[in-house]
């Protein structure tokens, strides 16, 4: 599995940069996303490639079919992670592929055209970046100064707690940005109050970490459950262990 989810980012990846060398249009989706011709070539390659498994595929791009709730597996893909970014040719984007079994992620890879890093994690298995033919295993570090928040999203509660934690924040815009940071000990915190954040937002965050020891949870301590509805209501935490607690905490103190 690990190994089609690989070469299904890298064909992936492959393509789209041809058109990311180029010029092209831009489309608005019915949610008012901005969407181009290479998010549209990334989500075939990566199904057709995805489909010899013969288990359903879950993609930002295509229309839902709730069949995928019955199933014990499920792939579950952005194919273009940052589409303003690629179209702003800021190198900010990614494309990542994850796999859950019920309900939770055992496998996840993505792939970084602006640093030409590969990501990748299995359940059990550890976490790791493929780097200019090395493969370092990533860890946990305790360090625990630096807290991300996102750059469009940002609520007062967020402002308040992170001014009550003393911790110095760092505004990220696309999922992939806030992992690199994290994998790469550059930051150590990461919350997310915004309540209609989907599955693909979450799912490959929460198995790198996990894998290398961090926590993931929502504002109740409680894991996070994929393959069910697209939208949380119940915000998401990822931290090195360290200030978790605390910041649940100060959470539920101010809401309550």
């Known amino acids: ?19 990311y060398s180029g010029e092209f249009d831009t489309e608005i989706k019915e949610d008012n996303s901005p969407m181009t011709i290479a998010d549209r070539i990334a989500n075939e390659l990566i199904i ?9 595929i879950l993609s930002e791009e295509n229309k839902d079919n709730l069949e995928r709730l019955n199933s014990e597996y499920l792939w579950i893909i952005d194919p273009l992670d940052g589409h303003k970014d690629f179209i702003n040719k800021t190198w900010e984007f990614s494309i990542m592929i994850w796999l859950v079994k019920n309900g939770v992620p055992i496998l996840w890879v993505v792939y970084v055209p602006e640093t030409n890093k590969l990501y990748y994690a299995e359940k059990w298995k550890w976490t790791y970046l493929e780097y200019e033919w090395k493969k370092i295993k990533l860890k946990i570090n305790k360090n625990n100064n630096i807290i991300l928040i996102s750059r469009n999203h940002t609520t007062n509660i967020e402002l308040k707690l992170i001014d009550k934690l003393w911790l110095e924040s760092k505004l990220c815009w696309s999922s992939w940005i806030k992992l690199w940071l994290i994998a790469e000990w550059k930051a150590w915190n990461y919350i997310n109050l915004y309540r209609t954040f989907s599955e693909w937002d979450t799912c490959a965050p929460e198995i790198i970490l996990t894998e290398a020891w961090w ?33 649940l905490n100060k959470l539920k103190i101010n809401n309550d």
Do not use: F
């Open 1 to 19: 599995m690990l190994e089609i989810a690989k070469n299904a980012a890298l064909n992936a990846w492959k393509e789209i940069m041809k058109i």
């Open 215 to 247: 926590k993931v949870t929502d504002a109740q301590w409680n894991n996070l459950i994929y393959n069910k509805k697209l939208n949380y209501h119940n915000w998401c935490i990822w931290t090195n262990g360290i200030s978790h607690d605390e910041i």
């Open 48 to 56: 057709k490639e995805l489909e010899k498994t013969n288990i359903k």
